[in-house]
């Protein structure tokens, strides 16, 4: 069965430092990989996704992910965070049904 | 294009109460699902339709969850009775009509619904 793994629960980051989330993923086949944002009181927002072809994908709000698959990874990354990334980030797997880690929540500091 | 809208935005009922959730998908969604987010932790699939038709409930509690899609476009998921552990954010989401067993489907989620049962 398909599932992923967010090992951290919470990250707190400076104002324009880099940011870099974790995602492990477990799934037989080639996976369709999700990562989403919720912001407080708000539903999900999907940020990018991979599929197949290129390993980096890019995403809204300056986000970049890598797919390897090797590690079975897929973490996200953004070079400079804004205080408006302060959110929870969801990590998701979909083979015919998404499948959600755990989630990070993000914290920025000015 | 409009999004997902649900309401009401936050409810909170006693246990043993009934309560109902309303979801209206993006036009021309033919997949509507129902989430179950519980506080620390990530939405869960309650139930998935493509058109009126049932495609998974699988992880739907039937002895108190039930929800329909009548007419394959609106949507209401209902709790009855409530238990203390339904306390939770209810999150619908919609997407278009994909093959079943197609990992490509993107979906777009409403702002959810706030559950405390006291």
């Known amino acids: 069965a398909q599932s992923v793994t967010q090992p951290d629960i919470h990250i707190t980051v400076s104002e324009g430092a880099s940011l870099e989330l974790r995602c492990n993923y477990s799934y037989g086949a080639t996976p369709y990989l999700f990562w989403y944002v919720q912001s407080p009181g708000q539903g999900l927002q999907l940020l990018l996704k991979?599929?197949?072809?290129?390993?980096l994908v890019q995403g809204i709000k300056g986000f970049e992910a890598e797919f390897k698959r090797s590690q079975s990874s897929f973490n996200l990354r953004k070079p400079s965070v804004h205080w408006s990334d302060a959110a929870e980030y969801f990590c998701?797997?979909?083979?015919?049904?998404?499948?959600f880690g755990a989630g990070t929540t993000v914290t920025v500091r000015a | 294009e409009a999004g997902v809208a649900q309401s009401p935005r936050y409810k909170i009922i006693e246990k043993r109460q009934s309560v109902a959730f309303w979801c209206n998908p993006i036009?021309?969604?033919?997949?509507l699902y129902w989430y179950q987010q519980i506080l620390g932790q990530g939405p869960k699939l309650l139930i998935q339709?493509?058109?009126?038709?049932?495609?998974?409930d699988s992880q739907l509690p039937k002895d108190r969850f039930s929800a329909e899609r009548l007419k394959g476009v609106d949507s209401t998921l209902k709790i009855q009775p409530a238990k203390l552990e339904d306390s939770a954010v209810y999150l619908c989401a919609s997407s278009l009509e994909l093959p079943r067993t197609s990992g490509r489907n993107e979906q777009y989620f409403g702002p959810g619904t706030r559950l405390t049962v006291t």
């Open positions: 998701a797997v979909n083979d015919y049904k998404l499948s």
């Open positions: 339709f493509q058109n009126n038709g049932v495609v998974d």
């Open positions: 991979y599929f197949s072809g290129d390993t």
């Open positions: 036009s021309g969604h033919a997949t």
